[in-house]
């Protein structure tokens, strides 16, 4: 399956962004989704998770209560509204898919990942 993220930009602090993270080549509806960032100079970290189902969601700390999950599986893809930015949330962010079903916060417990967009908030 490939994933295509998009929806970054540069906002300022307090606004919003939704990013979306499409996929192709196959249905990700049995597949759980993680977006996952990483800021320059620091390691890709977890933000927030989302069951094949849509009927779990798990989030860092860092982003609970600004930042919502969802998936429409009728259109393959997995959306991650991103509301109250701050500019700590300036990142490159991913999205990830994990075959094998249950919600998981590290990387590595992911198979296959979209190539990134850009969110750049400003003070």
């Known amino acids: 399956v490939q994933l295509q993220a998009s929806g970054g930009g540069l906002v300022q602090a307090g606004g919003s962004l939704r990013l979306s993270c499409a996929a192709s080549?196959?249905?990700?509806?049995?597949?759980?989704v993680g977006w996952f960032r990483q800021a320059p100079g620091k390691e890709r970290e977890f933000v927030a998770a989302i069951s094949w189902s849509g009927g779990s969601t798990y989030y860092a700390d860092s982003v609970k209560g600004r930042f919502t999950i969802s998936r429409d599986s009728a259109k393959n893809t997995v959306y991650l509204q991103m509301n109250s930015l701050k500019p700590e949330d300036t990142a490159v962010y991913y999205c990830?898919?994990?075959?094998?079903?249950?919600?998981?916060?590290?990387?590595?417990?992911?198979?296959?990942w979209g190539q990134g967009t850009l969110v750049t908030v400003s003070s």
């Open positions: 990830a898919a994990r075959v094998v079903a249950g919600l998981r916060v590290h990387a590595s417990d992911f198979d296959y």
């Open positions: 080549g196959r249905t990700f509806s049995s597949y759980a």
